[in-house]
């Protein structure tokens, strides 16, 4: 009877060491890559034709808050300070150099479907939500200038803000009972415009791959 009182508390305290059940609220920090897969669009007249962009990765600190809705399906909004990114000539415009920065606030909301039982310290997830893009503190370089004004006054510029749709694939690993660690990859399907203060404007698309790795406590 001894032996089976404790075979089964041992059971029970197995059961909830890595719990992510339905009413879990959990908080993350962490590490984020952005990296923009840029096709863009040619640079509008009065411009050399195939005068494009191109656009660096960035990567910071960042976050994320969960609410366990059930015990698998999971409410996650990603934190964070934002990115900042430079954009560079290419195509006819490559030798120019860098041409500009700016910043995004990328603002996002992913319902995911969390595999396996709540107990279970292995857990992929699917995960699909909107992104709310914001640019900005968009500043122009001198070799924007020289592209689109040369001689003239220097050119300003704007990065509209987008929504856009995001997926995301993820593994969790639970430590003990309060911590885990969550890895995870995230897509967003993003179009935006640029627009200068010349009258030009730029197409491009920016279909960013975000690799996240961090370090959760549930309460």
Not at 162 to 183: D, M
Request: zero cysteines.
């Amino acid at each position: 009877m001894k032996h089976t009182t404790i075979a089964l508390a041992i059971l029970a305290a197995a059961s909830t060491a890595y719990a992510q059940k339905a009413g879990t609220i959990s908080l993350e920090a962490g590490v984020t890559q952005l990296s923009p897969q840029v096709t863009s669009g040619d640079l509008s007249a009065p411009a050399f034709p195939n005068t494009k962009a191109d656009v660096s990765s960035d990567t910071g600190l960042t976050g994320a808050a969960n609410y366990m809705a059930t015990d698998n399906i999971a409410v996650n909004v990603p934190l964070g300070l934002g990115f900042k990114h430079t954009i560079t000539g290419a195509g006819r415009a490559e030798g120019f150099g860098k041409l500009a920065e700016v910043r995004v606030l990328p603002i996002t909301v992913l319902a995911q479907y969390r595999f396996g039982q709540a107990s279970s310290q292995f857990r992929p997830y699917l995960g699909a939500g909107l992104t709310y893009a914001k640019f900005y503190k968009a500043t122009g370089s001198a070799a924007l200038t020289a592209l689109t004004n040369p001689g003239g006054t220097p050119t300003t510029l704007t990065v509209e803000s987008k929504l856009a749709p995001t997926v995301q694939l993820g593994l969790l690993f639970g430590i003990n009972e309060k911590w885990f660690v969550n890895a995870h990859y995230a897509k967003t399907f993003l179009k935006t415009k640029t627009n200068f203060s010349t009258g030009q404007t730029q197409d491009i698309k920016l279909d960013p791959n975000a690799f996240s790795l961090g370090v959760g406590y549930k309460f």
